[in-house]
Every structure is written in C-alpha cells, then in structure tokens.
C-alpha cells in the first residue's frame, strides 16, 4: 500500500556527504586560523581545490571532481593534477587569479615538449563540496516523504507492547474514522488508536476544500493572479499557498511514479538534450515583521533570478526546470559552517557554500594578523545583517545548478549516447564539458551551440525565413534536388558545404603528429527559424571522425525549439513570472505580478512541467500526442484528476 506522503525538507537527507577535509586538516586549519595572514592561510589548502567529493546516494558511492581542463580540445581535458618528476617538478595545472576570481590554468608539457601542446587553457574553479550541496538540494526540492507516525496503542499500565501490524489478534477493529483511517482498540487496556490512512484509503488526507483543487489548478497555469484566483474561489491567501504545495506534492507524487520509475527501466539509444536559461525577476522584499524604519537599505529592490531548463528535442519532454535560489539556507547555518571550517580564511573553490557568491562565508572579527580591519568587517557584518531582513533564502550562482541538473539527468536517463544543443552561454558550455567528460573524450557525446540574433523584430525574422526556404528551393532546382523533401534538401545542402568548411583547426606538432582546437567557425543553418530568423550553428566538440553525410544529419536537427517552447509556456501561463509590464508612464518598467518567494516559484513551475509532460498533447504531421507520449514513458494522455487523486 501507498502510505500518505510529505515534501521532504532540510532534515530529511537523500545523499551521505563525507566533507572531503580530514580531521587533521581540520585541526591544522584551527591552529593556523589565528597566527597566519589569510593569503598564506588559504595557499596551504589551495591544493585540495583537485580532491574529489565523496558521498552515497541510492546506496551507490558516487564522486564529483570538476576542477581540470574543461577544453574537449586540450590533451589535457579531463585529466587530475599531476606532479611530473622531472627537474623543478611542475604541476599538471596552476591556480591563477586575483581575489575572488580564480581559475585553472594548463602549464606547457615540460615532460614532452615536442608532443601535442596544451592550448593555455584556464577555467573557472568551482567548489565541489558545494556542487554536491546542490545535487542534495534539488533531489530535496523533487522528493516526497512517507510520514512514519509514533503510534501509542497502550495506556501506561498496560502490559502488552505489540501492535495491530505484527499481532492483529491482539486487538479489535473498531471501524473507520472521518478520515477512512482503521481504529485499533486494545484487548486488554482498551485503548483506542486510529492510523494513518494509506493513499487508496483517502488521497485528501488533511485537507479541506479539496473539491476546489482541480479547479485551483487550472486557474494556476491559465494565468490567473492570485488576488483573482482567491476573488473567484473564495479563499484566502493562506489558503491559495496552502493548495499551491498540495498540488505541487501531488505532482511530486505522481511524477516518482510516472517517471522516475518508468525511466529507470527505459533505456535510450541516443538522447539529444536541450538546455537553456530564463532570467525572471524577484520581488526583494522586507520579511514579515522587519520595521522599514530600521537603519539600512538595499539597493536592489528587484533581483535577478535564474531559471535552468532541460528538455528533450524530439519529444519536447522536460526533465527537470530548476531555479537557481536555495529558499532553504540560513546565514545561521553559513555562520555555523564558516566558523568550523575557517572559510572567511578560503576561497570559495574550498567552501561548502561556494555557491552562494558573496555570501559563501559569514563576516568573522579580524584575528591578530588579518589584513582586514574592523571597519571592513562591520561593513560587510551589516551587509548580512541588511539581506537577513528580506527574501528567506539565497541566490546560487546559476552555474552550479546547471552543472547539479545536468548531472543528474545523467543519472536519471539510460542513454548510450548524449546530444546537447544550448546558445552561446559559457555557463552551459563549461557545465556539459565537466558533466559528461567521459562521453566526450569517448566521442559518446557531442555538443551543438545555436547562435540567433534576437535583436530582429518579429516581421523581419519571418521574411528572412521565407527567404532562406526560396534560396533552398533554388538551389536545389539548379542540382537536380527539387523532387525532394525541404529536409533532404537541407541535409544534402550542408553536406556539400563541409566539404570546404570546419569547426575546428586542425594544427601539427614539431614531429608531425596531429592536434585539434576549437575554431569558433559557425555554418549557418539553410533553413531559418519562423520566429527568429537565421541561426549560426556551431559544435563545441570534436567531431572531426564524423564523416560529412553524417555530421550533416546532426547539424539539420540542431534547433532549440523544445527548451524554447516551454519557456514561452512559462512565460504565458504563469502569472507570477510572466515578462514586466510597462508603467503607465512609460519610462520603466514594472514587477507587480512577480512573487515574493522564489519556492512557490519553483513549485509553479514543477506543476506545470507535470501538466506540460503528460497531459497537454501537441500536434505533429503525423501524431498528437503529450511529451511523454512521444518519449514512450506514458500511453494515453492525462488529466488533473489522474495527478490530484491518483487515480
């Protein structure tokens, strides 16, 4: 039986961390805290910067290591720091920056200075502890919990200690409760105890006015505001935010059913992803009960906020939509965190909270030889203490939750093969490379950057789309090609024009051998988008085994339409993140709509994933079917009460 469920929270813990510090490091950082600068401090745990977090999920060990080349073309892409034993010894990688800003950076091979050359790479270092805080925390944010309720089935005095589980004939059933729950009475001490009922027994368990959800739900992705929604149903706000995470539980819930475990007995030939970002607005405003009269302001009224999507290209199946905020984290526990592990003292690369930019370690008192004085620090201890009073929560930088999404989707996916098409963002780029190095260094996986100029008007993208079927057209006619379809047409198209074009350069050693680089050389695509025009299609891999009627076939499907389309559904269906509005005015713009807690953000947008997924079908020339349909995880369309009431 299904046993009613809660959303999970921070003391329900999905993944074993192990802190990748020993605990004689963590003595030596305490001895060394208060008598060493904070350069020399951080230089003697700079090198832990390559050591790998461990931790265990699913019972299975798992490890993340994203420190080392992110270049597919470099010869050293992929590779763990290394010390060559030959003279001076040098280092595989150096750390080169200045304060915050640090990155890796590949030395020149010493050991063969006549073999393939590294290509002077550098890149961002990141924070392992922390990405695997993120994998924690958007597994956390997608799970459900069975309750495990502390039955008492005897008074004080009574000798029995058995339940109605293990010993039935020990007790009396004694009907069923208003909430269709079975009463146990005691034989013996004849006390009565009434459990907790399972998912077929009652799916409205602690809920009142459930009849109204169906209803709640259609009005949430139709755009409706909340002051609408709660005019209409004649409920309040409690009660609107109330609905909003039952429903979004019932979607978790249905969702662990319909797809994880569906997935998890699927397996992919090939799986051709699309990731993209939306930039959405939230409203920073005062927590519940912080006076506007105390002293200090903020000066962003408005914060930027990340949204990372990734969906399928061919069926449009969206696998996860993330917003890049943890509404979960408390300075309490960022000063909790920056005491133990002395990081006001590091880099954020070696931080547990290096994900949350400026906030990743609490202000500390300047110890005997700091380099800050006491006016820096009660700068920055006011600067906590001002965003102490607004949104709950803290942004995380965007890269961090694209990398955790990425991975996993990797681990929720059986593929043999990995596609990813993106726009031009380093973001995305460096997190695919990280992510799924070992598939592209075994050329498993390639990825497609689809460059559009978003600076065209809507009239002007459509007449160069015009433009380029008639070019087509043309050119086939001259070739012979005309009795063939516009996509055949396309892929014999690129096929010839890379008989003189590449995307990469191809370079020589001293001794002939032969190395690769990325050229930054795009194609343009022969078939413009209705919407947006002409798009420059690049590849960010090697691909240079790939022969050219194969590689053409690749570059034809290469479009962004899947993770564009809900995004725009996004964007016109949910009230609170919809584009601003111009004032009356005219001489800005404004947020009113946009919500004041990036949770109930989060949780709108998984409710409509869920509704996008498996329940709105779309048509093709040749089928009308849901997302899910098309991946093959779902066989008939749903609706809102197969979500809600489980059936």
């Not at 449009?316 to 909790?336: H, K």
């Not at 880099?347 to 906030?359: C, V």
């Amino acid at each position: 039986m299904v046993k009613i469920k809660r959303l999970a929270d921070v003391t329900d813990s999905f993944l074993n961390i192990a802190p990748p510090i020993t605990d004689q490091e963590l003595q030596d950082r305490n001895d060394d805290y208060p008598s060493l600068t904070p350069s020399r401090f951080t230089l003697k745990s700079n090198i832990q910067v390559y050591r790998p977090t461990k931790f265990k999920w699913k019972e299975l060990s798992k490890e993340i290591q994203v420190n080392h080349c992110a270049n597919p073309f470099c010869k050293n892409y992929g590779l763990p720091q290394k010390r060559f034993k030959i003279k001076s010894k040098p280092y595989r990688y150096k750390i080169i920056g200045k304060g915050t800003s640090k990155s890796i950076h590949c030395n020149p091979d010493r050991e063969k200075p006549d073999d393939i050359p590294t290509l002077n790479c550098s890149s961002r270092t990141m924070s392992n502890w922390s990405l695997v805080e993120e994998i924690e925390r958007l597994v956390r944010i997608n799970s459900v919990i069975p309750i495990q309720p502390n039955y008492k089935f005897h008074r004080d005095n009574c000798s029995k200690v058995n339940n109605p589980f293990n010993d039935p004939k020990g007790f009396y059933k004694r009907g069923k409760s208003s909430a269709n729950s079975q009463k146990y009475q005691c034989k013996e001490c004849k006390k009565i105890t009434s459990v907790l009922p399972n998912k077929k027994e009652n799916t409205t368990y602690n809920q009142k006015r459930n009849d109204i959800v169906p209803r709640f739900a259609e009005m949430l992705i139709n755009r409706v505001p909340v002051a609408s929604t709660c005019k209409i149903l004649k409920i309040g706000r409690k009660t609107y935010y109330s609905k909003l995470e039952w429903l979004y539980q019932c979607c978790l819930e249905f969702l662990d059913t319909r797809e994880t475990k569906t997935l998890e007995n699927k397996e992919f030939d090939k799986m051709w992803l699309n990731t993209d970002m939306m930039m959405y607005v939230l409203n920073n405003v005062r927590r519940k009960g912080q006076s506007k009269a105390k002293k200090g302001t903020t000066h962003d009224k408005q914060l930027p906020t990340q949204t990372v999507v990734t969906a399928d290209h061919h069926s449009r199946y969206v696998f996860r939509a993330d917003i890049a905020f943890d509404f979960d984290i408390s300075f309490e526990q960022i000063e909790l965190d920056t005491k133990t592990y002395k990081d006001d003292h590091l880099n954020d690369f070696l931080s547990k909270n290096g994900r949350f930019g400026n906030y990743y370690a609490y202000p500390m008192k300047p110890t005997l030889n700091d380099t800050e004085d006491m006016r820096h620090y009660n700068a920055k201890l006011n600067e906590f203490n001002i965003r102490k009073d607004y949104v709950e929560g803290l942004h995380t930088n965007h890269t961090y939750t694209a990398m955790a999404q990425l991975w996993l989707i990797k681990q929720q996916v059986n593929a043999k093969k990995w596609r990813l098409t993106t726009d031009d963002d380093n973001v995305l780029i460096t997190s695919f490379s990280r992510i799924f190095k070992e598939e592209i260094k075994q050329k498993k996986a390639y990825h497609f950057i689809c460059r559009l100029d978003k600076t065209l008007s809507r009239q002007d993208a459509f007449t160069e789309y015009v433009n380029s079927i008639k070019d087509l057209k043309e050119w086939a006619k001259r070739n012979g090609f005309e009795d063939f379809s516009l996509y055949e047409i396309a892929k014999l198209f690129l096929q010839i024009q890379l008989n003189h074009h590449s995307f990469h350069r191809t370079l020589h050693t001293p001794l002939g051998e032969i190395y690769r680089e990325y050229a930054n050389n795009p194609i343009e695509h022969p078939i413009g988008m209705m919407d947006r025009g002409h798009r420059m299609i690049d590849v960010a891999t090697d691909i240079s085994h790939l022969s050219n009627e194969a590689l053409a076939n690749l570059l034809v499907s290469v479009n962004d339409n899947a993770v564009n389309s809900f995004l725009q559904e996004i964007r016109r269906s949910l009230s609170v993140l919809e584009r601003p509005l111009v004032t009356s005015r005219g001489d800005g713009k404004s947020y009113i709509y946009s919500n004041f807690n990036p949770k109930y953000a989060q949780m709108a947008i998984t409710i409509l994933r869920t509704y996008y997924n498996f329940c709105k079908p779309y048509e093709t020339a040749d089928k009308n079917e849901t997302p899910a349909q098309r991946l093959g995880i779902a066989d008939r369309v749903y609706d809102w009460n197969d979500i809600i009431y489980k059936r």
